[in-house]
């Protein structure tokens, strides 16, 4: 019961504190975003930057549940950076944890994000550490609080997988890499159940974000293209076709790891590939 209030007390001040952030928005920059309308002006000549009307209220900010709230609040983010970018890193960043650390789905969103408004180098890089960080403290929060209940809630795949982390003793790191390239590994369920299987957190910290680097270059550089391609012109340029085969590498590449790895080092059988890697990965 003890560590039930406690969990349930740092979710409240995480999101109060979120809540909170995301309320009290700095001054609106002078100048307000191109919207979809205004992009018809463009082709006449028209002027399409607009004073803002510090009148009008603020807009408010919440996570995006489909493509088109991503690309409108993608554009919000944007304009807001031109003038408050600490604003901008620091809101992204407590969103990001947030989700991670409670293991709420919807990460993708975000890394997709994290694509449009940094840019495919720093958004790269943004999204891996909080990936890592935000895992991190979830694991945390589990080995702290949710051992007990994980354990009741989830007692077959705990199991598994406790079975085959002691099978791998001697590669378990590799095995870790292999959970995480596999495309279909619930993360949300490794990150809450590693330090019941007793995985060391240095090795759970390096796996995430090594395993983890081909799934977020692939939702960044979507976020870069969302951002950028404005036309079927702009889609089939050399750097975004560059871009899309660079996308299709990384995709290709954690399948050939496994292949790799899984002939020569781990011990895997057909089924730890049907239940503990059997439900949609959730970042």
């Known amino acids: 019961m003890r ?13 109060l504190y979120l809540y909170s952030l995301s309320l009290y928005l700095p001054a609106v920059p002078r100048t307000r975003p191109h919207s979809t309308a205004d992009t018809q002006h463009v082709e006449t000549g028209e002027e399409t930057e607009q004073p803002a009307d510090s009148s009008e209220e603020p807009s408010r900010l919440k996570f995006p549940s489909d493509l088109e709230e991503l690309r409108e609040l993608a554009e919000l983010l944007q304009f807001y950076k031109t003038e408050h970018t600490g604003y901008v890193l620091l809101l992204f960043c407590s969103a990001y944890l947030y989700k991670q650390s409670f293991a709420i789905p919807g990460s993708s969103f975000l890394n997709i994000l994290a694509g449009a408004i940094f840019g495919p180098y720093e958004g790269l890089l943004l ?36 079975g085959k982390v002691e099978e791998n003793q001697d590669c378990l790191f590799f095995f870790l890499l292999f959970l995480r390239f ?36 692939i939702c960044v550089q979507t976020g870069v293209m969302l951002s950028e391609v404005s036309s079927l012109d702009d889609l089939f340029s050399w750097e975004r076709l560059l871009q899309l085969l660079a996308i299709a590498c990384m995709a290709l590449l954690p399948g050939a790891l496994i292949r790799r790895f899984s002939q020569k080092r781990l011990k895997l059988d057909v ?13």
């Open 182 to 217: 596999f495309p279909m590994t619930p993360n949300w369920f490794l990150n809450m159940s590693a330090p019941i299987v007793n995985i060391p957190i240095t090795f759970f910290f390096c796996s995430v974000f090594i395993g983890l680097l081909p799934y977020n270059f």
């Open 271 to 283: 089924q730890s590939q049907n239940g503990l890697i059997a439900d949609k990965k959730v970042q």
């Open 127 to 162: 999204a891996c550490v909080l990936t890592t960080v935000g895992s991190t403290m979830c694991y945390l929060l589990s080995q702290a609080f949710g051992k007990l209940y994980i354990v009741n809630l989830f007692p077959d795949k705990v199991s598994m997988l406790q």
């Open 3 to 15: 560590s039930l209030v406690g969990l349930i007390s740092v979710i409240v001040v995480a999101s």
